[in-house]
């Protein structure tokens, strides 16, 4: 089994439980304590649209309050089901696709950097992460 289709194999079917941001990354939690953490740059897209980006956050756009990230983006990703997965082989980037036309975009721009890490499944540790320049490291403990 390939590595998109084995990530697919645990999260097609997930939804999102919630959504944290600390100071250097961005935690989208899954259902079945599945994780991806992002420290890159993100962004959701709904009907094709950029509905929302990591660097929205906090800023303000002209509303009377300033965005909060974390909570956009669990009410763009909320009640929506996984549908695939696709990583960019030149890249890493990462493309989660969702019901209702919505996708996450995680884009690996660090040659140096870990873009972005998933951990899979319950029990047996499966670890895939996106390292500098566009490279692919996985481990299962």
Not at 116 to 126: E, H, M, N, S, T
Request: hydrophobic residues 40%; proline residues 1%; aromatic residues 10%.
């Amino acid at each position: 089994m390939d590595l998109v289709a084995r990530i697919q194999s645990h999260l097609v079917g997930h939804q999102l439980i919630a959504v944290e941001r600390s100071e250097y990354d961005w935690h989208f939690r899954f259902q079945n304590e599945l994780g991806l953490r992002a420290y890159c740059p993100w962004r959701i897209l709904v009907e094709g649209k950029i509905a929302h980006g990591n660097e929205d956050h906090a800023q303000h756009f002209g509303l009377a309050e300033p965005i909060d990230g974390a909570e956009r983006s669990y009410n763009l990703l909320f009640n929506k089901v996984i549908t695939g997965v696709a990583i960019r082989d030149d890249t890493s980037d990462l493309t989660v696709h969702f019901s209702h036309q919505t996708t996450l975009e995680v884009l690996n721009n660090s040659s140096g950097y870990d873009g972005w890490q998933i951990w899979l499944g319950i029990g047996v540790r499966f670890v895939v992460v996106a390292t500098g320049g566009g490279g692919i490291a996985m481990w299962e403990s």
